[in-house]
C-alpha cells in the first residue's frame, strides 16, 4: 500500500512577499474602560439624571463661592437702617423686617443646608445598608432583632418626635440637627435595603461564591454591594432631600439655631414678622424658591436612578423615544 506523502501549500506569489511580522494574527484587542463608572454614564446619557446632576451642581456653585458673592454679616447682624427694602442692585432678593439681606441669607443658607443634607443622608444610608447586610448576611435571631428595631422606628411618628427632641435640647447647632434627624430617618429605607439584601442573599452567583470558599467580606463586598449600589444610591438622594425639608420645616417652626444663616430660618423670620402680610413677598419667595429648585433637582435626580436601575423603566423610556422619531418623520405611521 503506497503511503501517502503530506503535502504542502505554497503561499500565494503575494503573501510570500510580506514579512513574517505582516503574516502573523493580531491578538483582540481588549475594549478599553472609560474612567466613568457605566452608571455614571447611563445616568447622564438620562434626561432627569442629567438635569438633576446639572441642577444639583449649580446649588453646590452657590454654595461653594459664598464668600466671594455674599457677605455673611449681612445675613445674621440686624440693621434697622435696611429694612423692609425690594429687591434692588444693592440687595437682588431684598431685605427683611430686621435688615438682613436676603440674597446673603440664601447663598450662606445653601451651604448650611446642602451640608446637613448631605451628612443626614450619608450617616442614614450607612446605617441603613449596614444593618439591612447584616440582617441578610447572619439571619437567625440577629435579623429578627433588627427587624423588631426597624418596625419600632418606622412605625413612630417622624415630625412629632423630631420636634419634641429639638424643643428640649439646649442647643440646636448643625451637628445635632444632623444626627437627629439621620437617626430618624433611617428606618424606611434599612427596611428596603433589608429586603433586597435578603433576595441577593439566595440568588445562584451568591450561593456559587460559599461553596466556592470565598470569604464572608468577599461575598458582601464583592457579590451584594455591587448588586445594590443602585438602590443604595437612590436612598442617599431621598433622605437627602426629606433632611433639607425636615430641617427648614424645623427651622420654620422656630426649633433652629437663629444666629444661623439657612433657608429655614429665613422662612421662619418672615413667618414671625407677618412678611407676606405687608406685602413683601420677597423674604418668603426667594428661600421658598432655593429648597424648591433643591428639591426638584434630587428628585430629577431619583428619577434618573430608578430609571438607570430598572430595565423596564429604560426600555418604557427607548419604547417612547423611538415612538416620538417615528412620528416626526414624513408620513410615520404607528403599526
Do not use: C
Not at 77 to 89: D, E, G, K
Not at 171 to 183: D, E, F, Y
Not at 225 to 243: D, E, H, Q, T
Not at 247 to 273: C, N
Amino acid at each position: 500500500m503506497a503511503q501517502i506523502q503530506p503535502t504542502t501549500l505554497e503561499p500565494p506569489d503575494s503573501a510570500a512577499a510580506l514579512p513574517a511580522a505582516d503574516l502573523a494574527v493580531e491578538p483582540p484587542q481588549r475594549a478599553r474602560r472609560g474612567i466613568v463608572p457605566g452608571w455614571v454614564r447611563l445616568l447622564l446619557g438620562n434626561n432627569k439624571g442629567r438635569a438633576g446632576v446639572a441642577v444639583m451642581l449649580g446649588m453646590v456653585a452657590l454654595a461653594l463661592l459664598a464668600p466671594f458673592i455674599a457677605d455673611k454679616a449681612s445675613a445674621t447682624n440686624f440693621n434697622i437702617l435696611v429694612t423692609r427694602q425690594a429687591p434692588s442692585l444693592h440687595h437682588p432678593f431684598g431685605t427683611n423686617d430686621q435688615g438682613l439681606d436676603v440674597w446673603a441669607q440664601v447663598v450662606w443658607g445653601a451651604r448650611r443646608s446642602l451640608l446637613l443634607g448631605f451628612a443626614a443622608g450619608a450617616i442614614a444610608t450607612v446605617l441603613a445598608t449596614a444593618l439591612g447586610l447584616i440582617a441578610a448576611f447572619v439571619g437567625g435571631i440577629v435579623d429578627d432583632v433588627i427587624s423588631l428595631v426597624v418596625n419600632v422606628f418606622f412605625v413612630i411618628p417622624v415630625i412629632p418626635l423630631l420636634v419634641d427632641i429639638t424643643a428640649f435640647l439646649h442647643t440646636r447647632g448643625l451637628l445635632v440637627m444632623t444626627l437627629v434627624i439621620a437617626g430618624t430617618l433611617w428606618s424606611f429605607e434599612a427596611r428596603i435595603l433589608r429586603g433586597q439584601a435578603l433576595t441577593l442573599r439566595n440568588r445562584d452567583f451568591v450561593q456559587a461564591a460559599r461553596v466556592a470558599g470565598e470569604s464572608t467580606r468577599r461575598i458582601v463586598f464583592g457579590e451584594l454591594l455591587p448588586n445594590m449600589i443602585s438602590r443604595i444610591a437612590a436612598a442617599f438622594v431621598l433622605v437627602f432631600y426629606v433632611a433639607i425639608l425636615v430641617d427648614a420645616g424645623l427651622e420654620f417652626l422656630g426649633l433652629g439655631d437663629v444666629s444661623k444663616p439657612s433657608w429655614g430660618i429665613a422662612l421662619y423670620w418672615a413667618s414671625t414678622t407677618s412678611s407676606v402680610l405687608q406685602g413683601e413677598w420677597w423674604v418668603f419667595l426667594f428661600p421658598g424658591l432655593a429648597i424648591g429648585i433643591t428639591v426638584l433637582g434630587l428628585t430629577l435626580l431619583l428619577a434618573g436612578i430608578d430609571e438607570v436601575s430598572n430595565p423596564r423603566l429604560r426600555t418604557e423610556r427607548l419604547r417612547r423615544h423611538r415612538l416620538r422619531r417615528l412620528l416626526a418623520r414624513p408620513g410615520g405611521t404607528v403599526s
